[in-house]
Every structure is written in structure tokens, then in C-alpha cells.
């Protein structure tokens, strides 16, 4: 009772999940930015039938059911519910012929159920990892024909008490399945809130270094970010607490992240030695080891393949019955009806397909795989030059490959990347910075060439490169953009746009805001923001659109926001919300300004000189429009016949 740490629970009722599993990481950031926690407390406040739970790999899904067996045993819980049976689905698979559920219940709890017939009990079941199931899309397709009895054993526990869970994916999917139940309870595992992650350091990390895995935590956005995934916190503190030399950027990327985790655990847990990874990784038996895992990871991923049997171990590693160390990185289950096998985490299935890509694979061959998209910025993370960095261990696995082309590996994965960019799609140019940001790269002769090449594709609208600040940007996201800028500046490049669509800003993304606006073309802001009166602008703006139609703000915010950024454009595109009383003074403002060109649009008008404007603020403009005039008119005439009808 006492073990169980508070977990992040959040309303998903809607998850918006249509991507293949291996996005999750990103979706997940995403959600840490808009979820409102749910206390485990009001989970089972209402009496729901259905609960469906979904989270990424490692989140905490498994560790919230048994908090839930464990609560229900004490009578915390489900009070009314005489029998709980807790099934996994990886151990489901190996009895696809079973064809009842008394049968199935009998394989896994055959010594409590005899001469008991659930049906006539009530009675809960709990289905973990549903997307581990073998027959998944069987099972969240009805329509489809199946010829595997387990199936329909699955399909007939919908008409108990269940409860469902999976990665978001697979539950995404499987609740199209309850379009007729309104007694569906749908959430989402964003592991451990502040309380769990602060709790779990204080609990599992000596006191010496506690402080250094508290700065770990506050200055690397990336493990601030992933702290909440119990896999990822674990890990980190196990590396923080046993390494000799402690260093708060070990986890400055991504890739940086999953190479300390994949390499501690080689050393921890496979070689099992007092051995220091570059001792480790000299032996030319150990990098021959982690190329094969990493093969393994590869095709397996690509084919998005979870569950595996020997037969397809055995296609890529022919003596794999010889390399019992593998069972380190890949589970071994045993059941009645054989064996079968899985990543002991999908995170590091993922992470090693990337280096088996980097490693074995050319740049066409890379990009020409679709599967291998959320892979990118891992791959170009590995070309990491920085000596410092555990990553150059895993950069060279594999002697065969021309050391040349790996010297220009890079270059020419972003110079793709590139070409692949939508100008108006803010996620393809995200995807380009999380990529530039993982490499550590700097402005080369290579990359500038690249990013100027960008410049005359975008022939059609003046070309250049653009960055986002809004609610969907996470802190990792805004740490990418924030590196990119910082070169693209340096390198005296002038920025396209830079875009503002968020009211309340962090430190780093007031710093990004200041650093774009030092060489920009255009800024454009979509709502009041928080910076007013602690900066003021200074470099020139070609052009400045500021669309807060929806936004009733002061005269005094107007001008501590926006005046400053007004003040320096040469064209100004204003929207302003209709009921603004300070019309005069942007009138005024405008004309003391050096813009040489604007528009407002102000009460469904657009004005594009001060002539004008001062003509439509003398013809009362700023107090009411003709529409405006009309509905005055009808409610006085309302309020009269009112007036007439009591009287008579």
C-alpha cells in the first residue's frame, strides 16, 4: 500500500491518436501541456461498466491495475464486485483455441475457479496490454471475419464489468467499439505528477546526489519532460546515483537519453562487470552484440512487430539460442504451449532500430522507409560529434561502412528533410529543428548551404524559415527551436516570420521571442502575451500583423504590448475587437510612426489610410456602427409598445 506513487490520470475521452505507436513520445509531450489531473480517488466515484486506460510504453498502466487489485482486495474499491480476474494479453496469445471464458479462466486460475461459474457472480475483469493481443484488429473490428476462438472470448468479456488497458493507440481503436455505452469511462496515464517524481527522488536516490538529479531534471528539457514515465525517472537516477562522473548535460537530447539508458543497461545488467563503457565498447565481441540486438530491433520494428517467436529470431540471428544475453534486452516468456518474446521496453526497441539505421543503412534508404519517420531525429542525434558524449560508442558499430559517407550523413538527411518541408506547415519545420537540435550540429559550410537552399524553394512567398511559439509547443520543442535560431542569428541570416499565438510565456520562450525579433521580416502576434513592460524591441520589422479581433484589451496592455513592436514596422496589419474605446489613439500613434503601410479592420471595415481612419472616427465609428444603430432603435420601439401596453 504504501509503495504505489502518485500517478498523473487525465481525462481521454477523445484521445486523438491516428498515428502508428512509435509518435506516441511526441503526442505525449504534447498532452503534458493541456491535461487536468483526475485523483485516483474520483476514478471509481461513478459506477462505470467499461474503463478504458490508455499511456504510452512505461507510463504507469500496469503499476495503476495493480493499485486497483490491491484496493479492491482491501474493500477500497468495487465493493459490490465478488470476483476480480486479472489477464494479460501477452499470456492470452499463446491459447488462441480457447474458446469460453470458464476454459480461459481455468488456464490461468484453475485452482480458485473449480466449481464456480462466474456468469452467475459479479464479476470484473482486468485486460492489460491490449495491444500486445495478437488478434487486435479483430478484435476492435467486429465485422471481421476470425477463425481464432480466443477472439470471441475476448468479445463476450465486453458483456461483464471490464476494465481495458493499452497504449494509445490501441485503445484509440478498440472504444469505436462503445459507441452505444454511456457507461464508458475513458482515461489517460501521464505517469508520475510533481508529487510522484519529487517523492521518488527523495525516496530512491542518495542523498549526494539528489541535488545533481534535481538539476538534472530543471536544466535538460528533455528529462524534465520524460521525468513523469516511472521507466525513464528510474533510469536516469539509477545512472545519476552510480556514476563516477556526474555531468547535469548527460541528458541534453533525446538520443543522449536513450544511449546512457541502453548503455548502463549493457553494463549493468548484460556484461556485468565493474568494467567503464569505453572499456566495454573496445571489445570487438560488444559491439558485435549490440549490432545484432539492434538488428533484431530493426526488423521487427519496422514491420511493427511486438511479439515475436524464436522461428523469427532465428531469421536474423542464426545461433540466437548461443547469445543467451540477449534475454537481457529481450524477455523470455515461457507458457504451457511454448515460448515467446518481447523487448523488455519498446523505448529501447526503438532507440536501437535507430542505431542499426544510422549504422548499417544509407540516407536513401533511410528516408525511402516510412517506418522509420519517427526515427529521424535519434538517427541524426547519433552523428553527435561531441567527444564528451557516450554516443560516439554507438556511431561506429560497424566497420564495413564508408567512414566518408558517414561524414556527410548528416548533411544529407537534413538536406531531405529540407526539401521535404510544407511552408505553411509548422510541424515540418519543428520536425527539421528537433532533428538540427539532436545532432548538436553547428552552422558548417554544409548546413548553411542547406538552409539557403530553403530560402529560394520558397520562391512563391519570399521564402525563409519560420518559427511557432504556441500551446502545442512543449519545452523540448521550444530548446530546438531556441538552438536553430541561435545559429541561424549568429550566421547574420534574417528570419521569415515569427509566429505568436500564446498568452502566457515561459523564460525560454521569451528569450526565443527575443532573440528572433534581433533579425526577423515579420512578426506575428494572435493574442496579448506576458512579455509587456519587461522588454522593449530595437531592430526593425518589415512587416507586423498583430489579429486580436477576439481579445478586449486595455489601452494601457495595447500600448505596454504592442506598441513598442508597432513603433519599429514598416507595415502594419491590425485586427482589433470591436468594442475598443482607444481607436483615436492608435490613429495617433500610427501617424507618429514610420509605417508606410497598413490595414485595420475594425467593426467589418477595412481602412487602409489615416484619411480614412479619421474620417470613420468623426462619423462615430468608435461608438456605434450602423448595426449597432438599428438595434438601439428596436429596443427603444420595444420598450415603447411595452410602455403603451400597460398603460392601455
Given at each position: 500500500?504504501?509503495?504505489?506513487?502518485?500517478?498523473?490520470?487525465?481525462?481521454?475521452?477523445?484521445?486523438?491518436?491516428?498515428?502508428?505507436?512509435?509518435?506516441?513520445?511526441?503526442?505525449?509531450?504534447?498532452?503534458?501541456?493541456?491535461?487536468?489531473?483526475?485523483?485516483?480517488?474520483?476514478?471509481?466515484k461513478?459506477?462505470?461498466?467499461?474503463?478504458?486506460?490508455?499511456?504510452?510504453?512505461?507510463?504507469?498502466?500496469?503499476?495503476?491495475?495493480?493499485?486497483?487489485?490491491?484496493?479492491?482486495?482491501?474493500?477500497?474499491?468495487?465493493?459490490?464486485?465478488?470476483?476480480?480476474?486479472?489477464?494479460?494479453?501477452?499470456?492470452?496469445?499463446?491459447?488462441e483455441?480457447?474458446?469460453?471464458?470458464?476454459?480461459?479462466?481455468?488456464?490461468?486460475?484453475?485452482?480458485?475457479?473449480?466449481?464456480?461459474?462466474?456468469?452467475?457472480?459479479?464479476?470484473?475483469?482486468?485486460?492489460?496490454?491490449?495491444?500486445?493481443?495478437?488478434?487486435?484488429?479483430?478484435?476492435?473490428?467486429?465485422?471481421?471475419?476470425?477463425?481464432?476462438?480466443?477472439?470471441?472470448?475476448?468479445?463476450?468479456?465486453?458483456?461483464?464489468?471490464?476494465?481495458?488497458?493499452?497504449?494509445v493507440?490501441?485503445i484509440?481503436?478498440?472504444?469505436?467499439?462503445?459507441?452505444?455505452?454511456s457507461?464508458k469511462?475513458?482515461?489517460?496515464i501521464?505517469?508520475?505528477?510533481?508529487?510522484?517524481?519529487?517523492?521518488?527522488?527523495?525516496?530512491?536516490?542518495?542523498?549526494?546526489n539528489?541535488?545533481?538529479?534535481?538539476?538534472?531534471?530543471?536544466?535538460?528539457?528533455?528529462?524534465?519532460a520524460?521525468?513523469?514515465?516511472?521507466?525513464?525517472?528510474?533510469?536516469?537516477?539509477?545512472?545519476?546515483?552510480?556514476?563516477?562522473?556526474?555531468?547535469?548535460?548527460?541528458?541534453?537530447?533525446?538520443?543522449?537519453?536513450y544511449?546512457?539508458?541502453?548503455?548502463?543497461?549493457l553494463?549493468?545488467?548484460?556484461?556485468k562487470?565493474?568494467?567503464?563503457?569505453?572499456?566495454?565498447?573496445?571489445?570487438?565481441?560488444?559491439?558485435?552484440?549490440?549490432?545484432?540486438?539492434?538488428?533484431?530491433?530493426?526488423?521487427?520494428?519496422?514491420?511493427?512487430?511486438?511479439?515475436?517467436s524464436?522461428?523469427?529470431?532465428?531469421?536474423?540471428?542464426?545461433d540466437?539460442?548461443?547469445?543467451?544475453?540477449?534475454?537481457?534486452?529481450?524477455?523470455?516468456?515461457?507458457?504451457?504451449?511454448?515460448?515467446?518474446?518481447?523487448?523488455?521496453?519498446?523505448?529501447?526497441?526503438?532507440?536501437?532500430?535507430?542505431?542499426?539505421?544510422?549504422?548499417?543503412?544509407?540516407?536513401?534508404?533511410?528516408?525511402?522507409?516510412?517506418?522509420?519517420?519517427?526515427?529521424?531525429?535519434?538517427?541524426?542525434?547519433?552523428?553527435?560529434?561531441?567527444?564528451?558524449?557516450?554516443?560516439?560508442?554507438?556511431?561506429?558499430?560497424?566497420?564495413?561502412?564508408?567512414t566518408?559517407?558517414?561524414?556527410?550523413?548528416?548533411?544529407?538527411?537534413?538536406?531531405?528533410?529540407?526539401k521535404s518541408?510544407?511552408?505553411?506547415?509548422?510541424?515540418?519545420?519543428?520536425?527539421?529543428?528537433?532533428?538540427?537540435?539532436?545532432?548538436?550540429?553547428?552552422?558548417?559550410?554544409?548546413?548553411?548551404?542547406?538552409?539557403?537552399?530553403?530560402?529560394?524553394?520558397?520562391?512563391?512567398?519570399?521564402?525563409?524559415?519560420?518559427?511557432?511559439?504556441?500551446?502545442?509547443?512543449?519545452?523540448?520543442?521550444?530548446?530546438?527551436?531556441?538552438?536553430?535560431?541561435?545559429?541561424?542569428?549568429?550566421?547574420?541570416?534574417?528570419l521569415?516570420?515569427?509566429?505568436?499565438?500564446?498568452?502566457?510565456?515561459?523564460?525560454?520562450e521569451?528569450?526565443?521571442?527575443?532573440?528572433?525579433?534581433?533579425?526577423?521580416?515579420?512578426?506575428?502576434?494572435?493574442?496579448?502575451?506576458?512579455?509587456?513592460g519587461?522588454?522593449?524591441?530595437?531592430?526593425?520589422i518589415?512587416?507586423?500583423?498583430?489579429?486580436?479581433?477576439?481579445?478586449?484589451?486595455?489601452?494601457?496592455?495595447?500600448?505596454?504590448?504592442?506598441?513598442?513592436?508597432?513603433?519599429?514596422?514598416?507595415?502594419?496589419?491590425?485586427?482589433?475587437?470591436?468594442?475598443?474605446?482607444?481607436?483615436?489613439?492608435?490613429?495617433?500613434?500610427?501617424?507618429?510612426?514610420?509605417?508606410?503601410?497598413?490595414?485595420?479592420?475594425?467593426?467589418?471595415?477595412?481602412?487602409?489610410?489615416?484619411?480614412?481612419?479619421?474620417?470613420?472616427?468623426?462619423?462615430?465609428?468608435?461608438?456605434?456602427?450602423?448595426?449597432?444603430?438599428?438595434?438601439?432603435?428596436?429596443?427603444?420601439?420595444?420598450?415603447?409598445?411595452?410602455?403603451?401596453?400597460?398603460?392601455?
Amino acid at each position: 500500500m504504501h509503495k504505489f506513487v502518485d500517478l498523473c490520470i487525465v481525462d481521454a475521452a477523445k484521445p486523438q491518436m491516428d498515428v502508428v505507436f512509435s509518435f506516441e513520445r511526441k503526442e505525449f509531450l504534447e498532452k503534458q501541456l493541456c491535461y487536468t489531473p483526475i485523483p485516483y480517488s474520483e476514478l471509481f466515484k461513478n459506477k462505470n461498466s467499461v474503463i478504458l486506460i490508455s499511456g504510452i510504453a512505461g507510463i504507469g498502466k500496469t503499476w495503476l491495475l495493480r493499485k486497483c487489485l490491491l484496493d479492491w482486495s482491501n474493500d477500497l474499491i468495487w465493493k459490490n464486485v465478488e470476483l476480480v480476474f486479472y489477464l494479460e494479453c501477452r499470456r492470452i496469445n499463446q491459447y488462441e483455441n480457447v474458446s469460453n471464458i470458464n476454459d480461459l479462466l481455468s488456464v490461468f486460475y484453475k485452482d480458485i475457479i473449480s466449481n464456480i461459474n462466474v456468469s452467475i457472480h459479479t464479476t470484473l475483469f482486468i485486460i492489460d496490454g491490449l495491444d500486445e493481443f495478437k488478434y487486435f484488429n479483430e478484435l476492435s473490428n467486429p465485422r471481421l471475419k476470425c477463425n481464432h476462438p480466443i477472439v470471441n472470448v475476448l468479445a463476450e468479456i465486453q458483456n461483464y464489468k471490464h476494465l481495458v488497458a493499452g497504449r494509445v493507440y490501441a485503445i484509440d481503436q478498440y472504444q469505436s467499439i462503445y459507441t452505444d455505452r454511456s457507461d464508458k469511462l475513458t482515461i489517460q496515464i501521464m505517469g508520475f505528477n510533481e508529487n510522484g517524481i519529487t517523492n521518488y527522488v527523495e525516496n530512491n536516490v542518495i542523498e549526494g546526489n539528489k541535488e545533481i538529479v534535481k538539476a538534472t531534471l530543471k536544466e535538460s528539457p528533455i528529462a524534465k519532460a520524460m521525468a513523469s514515465v516511472p521507466f525513464y525517472l528510474s533510469s536516469m537516477c539509477k545512472i545519476i546515483s552510480d556514476s563516477k562522473e556526474i555531468s547535469t548535460r548527460s541528458f541534453l537530447t533525446m538520443t543522449d537519453l536513450y544511449a546512457n539508458i541502453f548503455l548502463y543497461f549493457l553494463q549493468k545488467h548484460i556484461i556485468k562487470n565493474n568494467e567503464m563503457i569505453y572499456q566495454i565498447m573496445e571489445n570487438g565481441s560488444n559491439k558485435t552484440f549490440i549490432l545484432n540486438i539492434c538488428k533484431i530491433a530493426y526488423e521487427l520494428f519496422v514491420v511493427n512487430k511486438v511479439i515475436f517467436s524464436k522461428e523469427d529470431l532465428q531469421t536474423f540471428i542464426g545461433d540466437f539460442d548461443k547469445n543467451e544475453n540477449f534475454y537481457g534486452f529481450i524477455e523470455r516468456i515461457e507458457t504451457n504451449l511454448g515460448c515467446y518474446y518481447q523487448f523488455a521496453h519498446l523505448t529501447i526497441m526503438e532507440f536501437c532500430a535507430s542505431v542499426y539505421a544510422y549504422n548499417c543503412l544509407s540516407v536513401d534508404e533511410i528516408i525511402a522507409n516510412q517506418k522509420l519517420v519517427s526515427c529521424l531525429p535519434m538517427i541524426c542525434g547519433l552523428t553527435n560529434k561531441n567527444q564528451n558524449s557516450l554516443l560516439k560508442f554507438l556511431a561506429n558499430l560497424n566497420p564495413s561502412e564508408n567512414t566518408n559517407q558517414k561524414s556527410i550523413f548528416l548533411y544529407s538527411l537534413l538536406d531531405r528533410l529540407n526539401k521535404s518541408i510544407k511552408d505553411y506547415s509548422s510541424d515540418d519545420y519543428d520536425f527539421f529543428y528537433e532533428c538540427f537540435y539532436e545532432s548538436q550540429s553547428s552552422f558548417t559550410d554544409e548546413i548553411k548551404l542547406i538552409v539557403d537552399k530553403h530560402n529560394k524553394q520558397r520562391w512563391f512567398d519570399g521564402g525563409g524559415w519560420k518559427i511557432w511559439i504556441n500551446n502545442r509547443k512543449t519545452s523540448y520543442a521550444t530548446s530546438c527551436d531556441n538552438y536553430f535560431v541561435k545559429y541561424y542569428i549568429n550566421s547574420k541570416r534574417k528570419l521569415k516570420w515569427l509566429i505568436v499565438d500564446k498568452n502566457i510565456l515561459s523564460d525560454e520562450e521569451k528569450n526565443l521571442l527575443i532573440r528572433c525579433s534581433t533579425n526577423v521580416c515579420g512578426i506575428s502576434f494572435h493574442r496579448p502575451n506576458n512579455i509587456k513592460g519587461k522588454w522593449k524591441p530595437k531592430d526593425k520589422i518589415k512587416k507586423l500583423t498583430i489579429w486580436i479581433s477576439y481579445y478586449l484589451i486595455t489601452k494601457k496592455d495595447f500600448e505596454e504590448i504592442f506598441l513598442p513592436w508597432i513603433n519599429l514596422c514598416e507595415e502594419l496589419h491590425l485586427q482589433l475587437h470591436d468594442d475598443i474605446d482607444f481607436i483615436k489613439d492608435i490613429c495617433e500613434w500610427i501617424r507618429r510612426s514610420n509605417i508606410k503601410k497598413f490595414r485595420i479592420e475594425y467593426r467589418r471595415k477595412n481602412i487602409y489610410n489615416l484619411d480614412e481612419l479619421n474620417l470613420n472616427i468623426r462619423n462615430n465609428l468608435n461608438i456605434l456602427d450602423l448595426n449597432e444603430k438599428v438595434q438601439y432603435y428596436i429596443s427603444i420601439l420595444f420598450i415603447f409598445i411595452i410602455i403603451l401596453f400597460i398603460i392601455y
